[in-house]
């Protein structure tokens, strides 16, 4: 005889926005909105580029596979069932010497059965969310004489801070000298970083 034909339904509800480097989560309800029973229900969630899959809170066998592609498997629903499930997941940051840009992802979920269901309109779902980078607050201020005699080496100094709250990532300082000024060398001191790397191009030091 024929299979019993269901309405198997999926919503997926997530934030408008998230920091990178901050975790958040997505919410998953599937629900049966039959009498008919369901078998072998299958959500497949394939994270987009930006995200890491840290964990699953809810009544499913779930994996993550190939592609950051999130299967869960909730065997059998009943007539009428609701399973919510939570996904938590991190938005990366990326390399730390690549400039940080604010960017929009869409994660779309889809839920399958081995039952027929006719209504495949709701067999997906999906969330836009946009993705926002840390914010710094980068200063600089520049001392030096107020005269300066011809052969003789003068020092300036810069001094660059970050009031946060964010770490900056891919500071670049350009300072142009003078063309009546002949780059020597730098030293430095520095507190809560990695240090800073000097070169001369066209008279102006980077």
């Given at each position: 005889?024929?299979?019993?034909k269901v309405d198997l339904a999926i919503r997926k509800t997530g934030p408008a926005s998230a920091k990178m480097g901050e975790d958040f989560f997505y919410t998953l309800d599937?629900?049966?909105?039959s009498v008919q029973e369901t078998s072998s229900v299958v959500i497949?969630?394939?994270l987009p580029k930006g995200l890491s899959f840290l964990g699953v809170e809810g009544e499913a066998t779930c994996n993550i596979g190939?592609?950051?592609s999130l299967v869960c498997d909730i065997s059998d629903m009943a007539g009428y069932a609701l399973v919510s499930l939570k996904v938590n997941v991190h938005a990366d940051l990326g390399p730390a010497d690549k400039k940080?840009?604010?960017k929009t992802i869409k994660n779309t979920v889809k839920v399958k059965s081995s039952t027929k269901d006719p209504f495949s309109n709701n067999n997906s779902s999906f969330v836009t969310t946009k993705l926002l980078c840390p914010r710094a607050d980068i200063r600089i201020t520049k001392t030096g004489p107020i005269s300066v005699t011809?052969?003789?080496p003068a020092t300036y100094?810069?001094?660059i801070e970050n009031r946060g709250p964010a770490d900056a990532r891919a500071v670049v300082i350009k300072d142009k000298l003078p063309k009546e000024f002949t780059f020597v060398g730098t030293t430095s001191d520095f507190i809560g970083t990695t240090g800073a790397r000097c070169s001369l191009v066209k008279n102006e030091v980077r």
């Open positions: 005889c024929e299979k019993a599937v629900k049966n909105n497949t969630d394939t190939a592609k950051n940080c840009s604010d011809r052969g003789v100094i810069l001094d």
